[in-house]
């Protein structure tokens, strides 16, 4: 079972990006894109999705239906005109993801919800937190040690100054968690290390 995730904006671009970071952190979900929230729902039972994430401007056109969803919905700040128009907007939905910074600022704001959310895949079906289970690779304790600080933007030298080990040993030991985590992303070793509790999102660097 695959939680189903509804991207809802006219901004074709912003979609694109937002699909590749979500699928990212969500790599068990599907991802839906709409242009607009009539569009979703003429198309699917929109009931079935596990979240909206919908721009601002389609937030405010259809604001009955994202008020009776409020859990399901996060809504994205594209534009400085209508984040000002939603800031006066009622019943405003937490949380929200500003799109206008940077694409690691982004990632953060990503994480963070997630983690308000969904700690640990705490809210997900069952069936997901038994994939999530069965995909976690055994990562010693040193490895996890060596991984927060990746996590947290340190290089070879500075992670063997940290932990008073030699360069060569923190090589392997980054070698064999890219290995058991199947990823050669340094995003995706943070993305992991945030999602398992190692750091918080904001230590991301």
Same mark, same amino acid.
């Given at each position: ?22 699928? *990212?952190?969500?790599? !068990? ?13 003429? *198309?699917?039972?929109?009931?079935? !999705? ?7 401007? /389609?937030?405010?056109?259809?604001? /009955? ?18 984040? /000002? ?25 990503? @994480? ?37 600080? @990746? ?29 058991? @985590? ?6 995706? @070793? ?16």
């Amino acid at each position: 079972m695959q939680p189903l995730i509804a991207l809802i904006g006219k901004n074709s671009l912003m979609m694109h990006g937002l699909k590749a970071l979500l699928e *990212e952190v969500m790599p !068990f979900a599907t991802f839906h894109t709409f242009s607009s929230t009539p569009l979703m729902c003429n *198309e699917h039972d929109s009931r079935l !999705f596990f979240h909206y994430f919908v721009s601002a401007a /389609d937030y405010i056109a259809n604001r /009955d239906f994202y008020t009776k969803h409020r859990r399901k919905t996060i809504v994205l700040i594209e534009s400085e005109p209508i984040t /000002d128009s939603l800031l006066l907007a009622p019943n405003l939905p937490t949380p929200s993801i500003n799109m206008l910074q940077p694409r690691e600022d982004i990632l953060r704001q990503i @994480l963070h919800v997630q983690q308000i959310g969904h700690r640990h895949y705490s809210n997900y079906p069952s069936e997901i937190k038994q994939a999530a289970a069965k995909e976690e690779p055994p990562l010693t304790k040193r490895e996890k040690e060596v991984l927060t600080l @990746l996590a947290k933007g340190m290089i070879n030298k500075e992670i063997a100054d940290k932990l008073h080990i030699s360069v060569n040993t923190a090589i392997t030991h980054r070698k064999h968690i890219m290995h058991k @985590l199947r990823s050669q992303s340094l995003s995706k @070793l943070a993305i992991y290390a945030v999602q398992h509790g190692y750091i918080l999102p904001e230590e991301i660097r």
